[in-house]
């Protein structure tokens, strides 16, 4: 093992003890979001077509005279992306915890990202 390799690994391993929980989270869910074929969340921009994959944070039903909605906070590691379906009350499994991959394209609501009716597969309970 050369001295570069070494020095790398210790670095890792004190960047590790040292970490907060949050930030231990969010390097793993980075690393999970990775191997889904997520793109990570602080990378989309708007109009974009992508494909997100995280942990659902929050979920809220947003009831309106004309049209509810469904929102759901995916996070990432890396950013949030909140997700919204139109017309929408409750999604069996769309709860927070719950893991998923979501695909569709990026609007910018504020200074927020969303994705509206994203096509979403659901990653089973851990």
Same mark, same amino acid.
Do not use: F
């Given at each position: 093992?050369? %001295?570069?390799?070494?020095?790398?690994? @210790? &670095?890792?391993? @004190?960047? =590790? $003890? %040292?970490? /907060?929980?949050?930030?231990?989270?969010?390097?793993? @869910?980075?690393?999970?979001?990775?191997?889904?074929?997520?793109?990570?969340?602080?990378?989309?921009?708007?109009?974009? @077509?992508?494909? +997100?994959?995280? &942990? $659902? !944070?929050? +979920?809220?039903? %947003?009831?309106? /005279? #004309?049209?509810?909605?469904?929102?759901?906070?995916?996070?990432d590691g890396s950013?949030?992306?909140?997700?919204?379906? $139109?017309?929408?009350?409750?999604?069996?499994?769309?709860?927070? *915890? =719950?893991?998923? /991959?979501?695909? *569709?394209?990026?609007?910018? =609501?504020?200074? !927020?990202?969303?994705?509206? #009716?994203?096509?979403?597969? $659901?990653?089973?309970?851990?």
């Amino acid at each position: 093992m050369s %001295t570069d390799e070494r020095r790398g690994s @210790l &670095r890792r391993v @004190l960047r =590790r $003890l %040292t970490a /907060t929980e949050a930030e231990i989270e969010a390097q793993e @869910l980075r690393r999970e979001s990775a191997e889904h074929g997520g793109m990570p969340a602080r990378q989309c921009c708007r109009g974009q @077509l992508v494909a +997100v994959s995280g &942990r $659902l !944070r929050t +979920v809220v039903y %947003t009831p309106r /005279t #004309n049209q509810p909605t469904l929102e759901a906070d995916l996070y990432d590691g890396s950013d949030v992306v909140t997700l919204v379906w $139109l017309g929408r009350r409750h999604i069996a499994g769309i709860e927070p *915890g =719950r893991h998923l /991959t979501a695909r *569709g394209r990026v609007a910018v =609501r504020g200074d !927020r990202k969303a994705i509206y #009716n994203p096509y979403y597969e $659901l990653e089973p309970p851990k």
